[in-house]
T-cell receptor, first 114, second 118 residues
Framework: AQKITQTQPGMFVQEKEAVTLDCTYD???????LFWYKQPSSGEMIFLIY??????QNATEGRYSLNFQKARKSANLVISASQLGDSAMYFC???????????FGTGTKLQVIP | NAGVMQNPRHLVRRRGQEARLRCSPM?????VYWYRQLPEEGLKFMVY????????ESGMPKERFSAEFPKEGPSILRIQQVVRGDSAAYFC????????????????FGPGTRLLVL
């Protein structure tokens, strides 16, 4: 079974609009961490946001927020007020287990339209 | 530059040669991870190391691949007798320490090494 599932291979969003990128995960470990990374066309991996399994509140970092629904095992990324520079691949990832092995999803390619 | 450093950024090898990829973690980070990314795919975990120790190598191919993180110097990912299927981007990441919470857990990535095997 896939540990991390990103069902949207590609997404379009109009500049200045909000967009939600979906991520579901599968784990039986009660302690885990969820991450979102951005990979622009230049190739580097940029950390965006983190959510711990015991965190009570949804994580926010500037224009990024994580819609964490524990019972549904979903950790969707919400980008508000999209900018052209947001065009990139976005990867959801999960750390589970004692050795911080991280599993990545297949990614969602976001394109922001002017 | 206080970030994770990787070199070389691009590496071209012929089949049968050896590839050595280097990674210097962020200052203060003692945990290093290597990932491989094939074109149009996500990152696949390869190995997790601390200084002088391999913690988890469950993602490493059984043959030709090895990794080390010596007491002094960068972490090295070595691929012996490369084949065309080894062509990929290899990313190194580092984290502060093991534990829970964003500060401890978050892995920061280097720019990657693009390996091309001819």
């Amino acid at each position: 079974a896939q540990k991390i599932t990103q069902t949207q291979p590609g997404m379009f969003v109009q500049e200045k609009e909000a967009v939600t990128l979906d991520c579901t995960y599968d784990t039986s470990d009660p302690s885990y961490g969820l991450f979102w990374y951005k990979q622009p066309s230049s190739g580097e991996m940029i950390f965006l946001i983190y959510q711990g399994s015991y965190d009570q509140q949804n994580a926010t970092e500037g224009r990024y927020s994580l819609n964490f629904q524990k019972a549904r095992k979903s950790a969707n990324l919400v980008i508000s007020a999209s900018q052209l520079g947001d065009s990139a691949m976005y990867f959801c990832a999960m750390r589970e287990g004692p050795y911080q092995k991280v599993t990545f999803g297949t990614g969602t390619k976001l394109q922001v339209i002017p | 530059n206080a970030g994770v450093m990787q070199n070389p950024r691009h590496l071209v090898r012929r089949r049968g040669q050896e590839a050595r990829l280097r990674c210097s973690p962020m200052k203060g980070h003692s945990h290093v991870y290597w990932y491989r990314q094939l074109p149009e795919e996500g990152l696949k975990f390869m190995v997790y190391l601390q200084k002088e120790n391999i913690i988890d190598e469950s993602g490493m191919p059984k043959e030709r691949f090895s990794a080390e993180f010596p007491k002094e110097g960068p972490s090295i990912l070595r691929i012996q007798q490369v084949v065309r299927g080894d062509s990929a981007a290899y990313f190194c990441a580092s984290s502060l320490r093991q534990g829970w919470g964003m500060e401890q857990e978050t892995q920061y990535f280097g720019p990657g090494t693009r390996l091309l095997v001819l």
